[in-house]
């Protein structure tokens, strides 16, 4: 994983760490997610896909089918990060090479922490952990989930066709911004 020094806000330490701001409020912990984070993660997953179900009239959705052993499973092959606000898991986010692609998933905000800037900060920094060689940054998203398309199209992502999205979600993709080094 890659670290960007250049943004102080985004703390990883543990989450034992002393509380402080490290986001876009106050109490802010990032941190790679742990098998022992997985329950409460369910949990997240689950109150912050009931919106998504209702705006896309659907209970068919994958995050919503999800078990503990699944999530157990998805750290073998997807980078994590969670997002406590003093101890209470708030927001979390996935991340893993997809081609030439990041693919970013299960970006979630707790509805009451929304709102926040919470989910763009981790947006950007779930961004930041893609590898160098990356070109462009995907997610997909419910097709009838307007507010989640307008606030990844504020943050540079378009609608993109493709084969890549399952029934009733779309495919949203990001080039990726050539990095310049100071000589």
């Known amino acids: 994983m890659s670290s960007n020094a250049s943004n102080a ?3 990883t330490e543990p989450d034992t760490a002393p509380t402080g ?3 876009p409020v106050e ?3 990032l941190a790679i997610a742990q098998p022992d984070d997985l329950a409460e993660l369910l949990v997240l997953q689950r109150c912050c896909w009931v919106q998504e179900a209702i705006a896309n009239d659907t209970l068919d959705l994958s995050p919503l089918r999800e078990t503990l052993d699944d999530l157990r499973e998805s750290m073998s092959t997807w980078q994590q990060w969670c997002v406590r606000r003093n101890g209470r898991l708030v927001a979390a986010v996935r991340a893993r090479e997809h081609g030439s692609g990041w693919l970013i998933g299960r970006l979630m905000v707790a509805p009451d922490q929304a709102g926040n800037g919470i989910g763009s900060w981790l947006l950007a920094y779930a961004e930041q952990q893609a590898p160098a060689e990356t070109a462009y940054y995907e997610l997909f998203t419910g097709h009838r989930s307007t507010s989640n398309i307008k606030r990844y199209e ?4 378009a609608l993109t066709d493709g ?4 029934a ?5 993709t990001k080039q ?4 310049l080094c100071a000589r």
């Open 168 to 172: 009733d979600s779309v495919r949203l």
């Open 176 to 179: 990726r911004q050539a990095v």
């Open 9 to 11: 806000s985004l703390h």
């Open 154 to 157: 504020r943050a540079g992502y």
């Open 27 to 29: 109490g802010l912990r």
């Open 163 to 166: 084969d890549n999205a399952a």
């Open 21 to 23: 701001t490290s986001g």
